[in-house]
């Protein structure tokens, strides 16, 4: 039997809603709106009770969008997902309660869906072969987590972050080379013209994969901040030195995102290894977890539209959640931290 999904994500400042069909347990994507919220641009960073008028402001439009797109009408849906958390709780409450709303109206089920599932999701929309067991670097703005995905609901955590998430630390390093948030991709296209190697900037944490405990897949950046932070100062010429600047640090997250992702793998003998979140829309961090993983391990990664937060992805995870029979109730509230569901430590 076919079903009919709409996702909703609101996490942060993205407004998406997707219409998702299942059939024959494949996942076919009828729409996909994503609004970008352009009010956090002069403030440097987002700023919740903004994110949170904006999304009151738009779900309607966006969701009525999606179905439009879908040619679908509210009373041909089977169930709604929609993002509880972590996030932005006055974001997330917004999407939250939308769904409610019409899972209420139409008599239909839905599900709260965790964003990071989603963002584990995100593949399958378009690698139908994709499947556990698989090891996933999660690398978003506000996360990153290494996982060994023993089963769809099956998480084990092999490490994160201490400090700063990647995407984070992009952002961050993107105010201090004088760039507008989030810099991710601007900082990327930056890098391709710059030289490596001009300035020495610490590989951090990468030592403790030789180290026996518990710190072996652990992560940390504010160090590597501080370090860009020192190099600007000690700049002459910070537009000069900006593309030089932009390919050192992203070398030096790639390669410990890329020596412990790639370590996980082989020594758990996985054949696919999975990038996902906003970060993993940078194609050097992609080509050099390929490279790295020849001959031992295949790298799925999503299209950029289906990393950046979208509402397709959390329909694709609630589509498998719903269909095990599992439901959400209206007392159901936004949460802004918490575990993935199913995941136990490493
Ligand atoms: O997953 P996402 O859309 O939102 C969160 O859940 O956080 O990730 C956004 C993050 C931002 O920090 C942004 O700078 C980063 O992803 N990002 C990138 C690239 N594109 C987006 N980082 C590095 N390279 C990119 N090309
Ligand atoms: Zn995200």
Same mark, same amino acid.
């Not at 378009?126 to 703005?141: I, K, M, T, W």
């Not at 490596?196 to 940390?220: I, V, Y």
């Not at 370090?227 to 390919?247: C, E, G, M, N």
């Given at each position: 039997?076919?079903?009919?999904?709409?996702?909703? =994500?609101? $996490?942060?400042? *993205?407004?998406? /809603?997707?219409?998702?069909?299942?059939?024959?347990?494949?996942?076919?994507?009828?729409?996909?709106?994503?609004? $970008?919220?352009?009010?956090?641009?002069?403030?440097?960073?987002?700023?919740?009770?903004?994110?949170?008028?904006?999304?009151? #402001?738009?779900?309607?439009?966006?969701?009525?969008?999606?179905?439009?797109?879908?040619?679908? *009408?509210?009373?041909?849906?089977?169930?709604?997902?929609?993002?509880?958390? !972590?996030?932005?709780?006055?974001?997330?409450?917004?999407?939250?309660?939308?769904?409610?709303?019409?899972?209420?109206?139409?008599?239909?089920?839905? @599900?709260?869906?965790?964003?990071? =599932?989603?963002?584990?999701?995100?593949?399958?929309?378009?690698?139908?072969? +994709?499947?556990?067991?698989?090891?996933?670097? +999660?690398?978003?703005?506000?996360?990153?987590?290494?996982?060994?995905?023993?089963?769809?609901?099956?998480?084990?955590?092999?490490?994160?972050? +201490?400090?700063?998430?990647?995407?984070?630390?992009?952002?961050?390093?993107?105010?201090?080379?004088?760039? =507008?948030?989030?810099?991710?991709? *601007?900082? =990327?296209?930056?890098?391709?013209?710059?030289?490596?190697?001009?300035?020495?900037?610490?590989?951090?944490?990468?030592?403790?994969?030789?180290?026996?405990?518990?710190?072996?897949?652990?992560?940390?950046?504010?160090?590597?901040?501080?370090?860009?932070?020192?190099?600007?100062?000690?700049?002459?010429?910070?537009?000069?030195?900006?593309?030089?600047? /932009?390919?050192?640090?992203?070398?030096?997250?790639?390669?410990? +995102?890329?020596?412990?992702?790639?370590?996980?793998?082989?020594?758990?003998?996985?054949?696919?290894?999975?990038?996902?979140?906003?970060?993993?829309?940078? #194609?050097?961090?992609?080509?050099?977890?390929?490279?790295?993983?020849?001959?031992?391990?295949?790298?799925?990664?999503?299209?950029? #539209?289906?990393?950046?937060?979208?509402?397709?992805?959390?329909?694709?995870?609630?589509?498998?959640?719903?269909?095990?029979?599992? #439901? $959400?109730?209206?007392? @159901?509230?936004?949460?802004?931290?918490?575990?993935? !569901?199913?995941?136990?430590?490493?």
């Amino acid at each position: 039997m076919a079903e009919r999904l709409l996702g909703i =994500e609101t $996490s942060c400042d *993205e407004t998406s /809603a997707a219409v998702l069909r299942i059939e024959g347990g494949r996942p076919v994507l009828e729409s996909l709106v994503i609004l $970008s919220q352009d009010v956090h641009r002069v403030f440097g960073g987002v700023v919740p009770e903004l994110a949170s008028r904006e999304h009151l #402001r738009t779900i309607g439009p966006v969701t009525d969008r999606a179905l439009a797109e879908a040619g679908v *009408e509210l009373g041909q849906l089977d169930g709604l997902a929609v993002t509880a958390g !972590p996030g932005l709780v006055g974001a997330l409450l917004v999407g939250l309660m939308y769904a409610k709303g019409l899972s209420f109206g139409l008599g239909k089920p839905y @599900l709260g869906v965790h964003h990071l =599932e989603g963002h584990l999701f995100a593949p399958t929309l378009e690698d139908l072969e +994709l499947a556990p067991p698989f090891v996933a670097l +999660l690398v978003s703005g506000g996360h990153t987590l290494l996982l060994d995905v023993e089963g769809w609901g099956r998480y084990r955590l092999l490490g994160q972050t +201490l400090d700063d998430a990647a995407g984070e630390a992009f952002d961050k390093v993107g105010t201090l080379l004088g760039l =507008e948030y989030p810099a991710g991709a *601007e900082i =990327e296209r930056l890098a391709r013209e710059g030289k490596p190697g001009r300035f020495r900037l610490p590989r951090s944490m990468l030592h403790t994969l030789d180290q026996a405990g518990d710190q072996r897949f652990a992560f940390s950046f504010s160090g590597l901040k501080t370090a860009v932070l020192r190099a600007v100062k000690a700049s002459t010429d910070v537009a000069r030195d900006r593309p030089d600047l /932009a390919r050192d640090f992203q070398d030096a997250v790639i390669e410990v +995102l890329v020596e412990k992702t790639a370590r996980a793998t082989e020594e758990l003998g996985r054949t696919v290894a999975v990038l996902g979140g906003g970060v993993a829309c940078n #194609r050097a961090l992609a080509d050099a977890l390929r490279e790295r993983l020849q001959g031992i391990a295949r790298v799925a990664v999503a299209s950029p #539209r289906l990393n950046t937060d979208n509402a397709a992805m959390i329909a694709a995870a609630g589509a498998w959640r719903l269909a095990r029979g599992e #439901r $959400s109730g209206m007392d @159901l509230e936004p949460f802004d931290s918490g575990p993935l !569901p199913g995941m136990v430590l490493g």
